[in-house]
């Protein structure tokens, strides 16, 4: 996956918000590199039990969840871009996003089957896995500063598995953070899980 930051790079200024996003999945990589790190292949793909997501089945998850936004994330901040869709902020979330978003922070209060084009496969390489995991943060902050100085209200995107439902461009930073801080969660419980293998 190649995504450029059009004209704008991660070490330019940025607006308040997209640098509290920035940081956000700056956060997320290192709590997910350190998550994995001295795993074993057979112990990131242990399973707590029957059904349940591994450590690798989490990853992977957000790797795919990650690739299908910016595919949709790049053109139309490109295209924002172009036609001048600027704004100061400060950008706020309505209640709706507010809500979606506490229900998406860990710990889940509700749990939900991931749509099948989100089910990640089985007993992938640690090898493989990791290192997309952590090109799609980089490429989600290139994305991020990209963005900076857009008005983040206006532009609106499709939120894949969510049936007819658009986010705007800062709610669709926001719940990808959300949503990755969920998975990670999980995957954390499931290394502290007393039956790891050790």
């Given at each position: 996956?190649?995504?450029?930051?059009?004209?704008?790079?991660?070490?330019?200024?940025?607006?308040?918000?997209?640098?509290?996003?920035?940081?956000?999945?700056?956060?997320?990589?290192?709590d997910g590199m350190d998550l994995v790190q001295g795993l074993t292949g057979p112990q990131?793909?242990?399973?707590?039990?029957?059904?349940?997501?591994?450590?690798?089945?989490?990853?992977?998850?957000?790797?795919?969840?990650?690739?299908?936004?910016?595919?949709?994330?790049?053109?139309?901040?490109?295209?924002?871009?172009?036609?001048?869709?600027?704004?100061?902020?400060?950008?706020?979330?309505?209640?709706?996003?507010?809500?979606?978003?506490?229900?998406?922070?860990?710990?889940?209060?509700?749990?939900?089957?991931?749509?099948?084009?989100?089910?990640?496969?089985?007993?992938?390489?640690?090898?493989?896995?990791?290192?997309?995991?952590?090109?799609?943060?980089?490429?989600?902050?290139?994305?991020?500063?990209?963005?900076?100085?857009?008005?983040?209200?206006?532009?609106?995107?499709?939120?894949?598995?969510?049936?007819?439902?658009?986010?705007?461009?800062?709610?669709?930073?926001?719940?990808?953070?959300?949503?990755?801080?969920?998975?990670?969660?999980?995957?954390?419980?499931?290394?502290?899980?007393?039956?790891?293998?050790?």
């Amino acid at each position: 996956m190649a995504v450029s930051a059009g004209s704008q790079t991660p070490d330019q200024t940025l607006t308040p918000e997209i640098a509290d996003l920035s940081a956000q999945f700056a956060a997320i990589k290192t709590d997910g590199m350190d998550l994995v790190q001295g795993l074993t292949g057979p112990q990131f793909n242990w399973r707590p039990a029957p059904g349940s997501w591994s450590i690798a089945e989490c990853l992977i998850h957000l790797n795919m969840v990650g690739d299908r936004y910016l595919r949709l994330i790049e053109p139309v901040v490109e295209d924002a871009r172009a036609k001048a869709l600027t704004g100061n902020g400060p950008f706020t979330h309505g209640i709706l996003a507010r809500w979606i978003l506490g229900q998406t922070e860990p710990p889940p209060r509700n749990r939900s089957k991931a749509p099948r084009s989100f089910t990640p496969p089985d007993d992938q390489p640690l090898t493989a896995v990791v290192p997309t995991f952590s090109h799609v943060q980089d490429q989600l902050s290139l994305q991020l500063a990209a963005s900076s100085g857009l008005n983040l209200r206006r532009i609106r995107i499709p939120a894949p598995g969510l049936g007819p439902v658009r986010f705007n461009l800062y709610m669709t930073f926001a719940w990808i953070a959300s949503h990755e801080r969920r998975h990670l969660w999980q995957a954390r419980r499931v290394r502290t899980d007393a039956r790891f293998p050790g």
